[in-house]
């Protein structure tokens, strides 16, 4: 298996408060990627990366930032969890050649209470 | 950057060969066709991708069409393990789109005994 690590895996929290979810990689992979999972909806892109420092949007960003300031690492922050953003959480990482896979994490499952 | 679109549902005798379908009309020269599927809420697992060619490997076939603007997963002996939601994936390859991978809605496949 790729090695490809989410934290937490559960969490629960209170609406208003930050919340950070944690990938991190030991595949020196150039690109990283957060996507939602809700009931119905498949997976949505939230944000991804391209290199350090290097991160754009996806289709639902909104209320979502995230940071990558070492290649292992994408974060992905919740400045203040809404019970909208109740979901499971995966990241994925894949190499920067064109030919190659993405390797997705276990997931996180949060719920905003 | 190219969508897809899949059949909401499929149905499959156990044994026989599955074809899921995937419309990717927008798809430029140089973007690849990937296919993943998710069992239960676990982590999207990767099945095949494809430039141009038909492709093959232990799991299932890819063919794709000569215009390219549509595909065809084919898993050639279908077994109850197979009932999974199956995606079909467009990945970016030009710009900050580069890498980027957007999935659909997807196709739940269930295959029967």
């Known amino acids: 298996d790729a090695g490809i690590t989410q934290s937490p895996r559960h969490k629960v929290t209170e609406t208003g408060t930050p919340v950070t979810l944690r990938c991190h990689q030991t595949?020196?992979?150039?690109?990283m990627y957060w996507y939602r999972q809700d009931p119905g909806h498949g997976l949505r892109l939230i944000h991804y990366?391209?290199?350090?420092?290097?991160?754009d949007k996806g289709e639902v960003s909104d209320g979502y930032s995230v940071s990558r300031s070492k290649t292992e690492d994408f974060l992905l922050t919740l400045e203040s969890a809404t019970s909208s953003q109740t979901s499971v959480y995966f990241c994925?990482?894949?190499?920067?050649?064109?030919?190659?896979?993405?390797?997705f994490g276990q997931g996180t499952r949060l719920t905003v209470v | 950057d190219a969508k897809t679109t899949q059949p909401p549902s499929m149905d499959c005798a156990e044994g026989r060969a599955a074809n899921l379908p995937c419309n990717h009309s927008t798809i430029s020269g140089n973007e690849y066709v990937y296919w993943y599927r998710q069992i239960h809420s676990q982590g999207p697992q990767y099945i095949i991708h494809g430039l141009k060619n038909n492709e093959t490997n232990e799991m299932a076939s890819l063919i794709i069409t000569e215009d390219r603007k549509s595909s065809t997963l084919i898993l050639p002996h279908a077994t109850l393990r197979d009932t999974a939601v199956y995606y079909c994936i467009v990945r970016g390859a030009g710009g900050t789109s580069y890498g980027k991978l957007t999935f659909g809605q997807g196709t739940i496949l269930t295959v029967h005994p």
């Open positions: 595949e020196n992979h150039r690109y």
């Open positions: 994925a990482i894949m190499d920067q050649t064109m030919n190659t896979e993405a390797f």
């Open positions: 990366s391209y290199g350090v420092k290097d991160t």
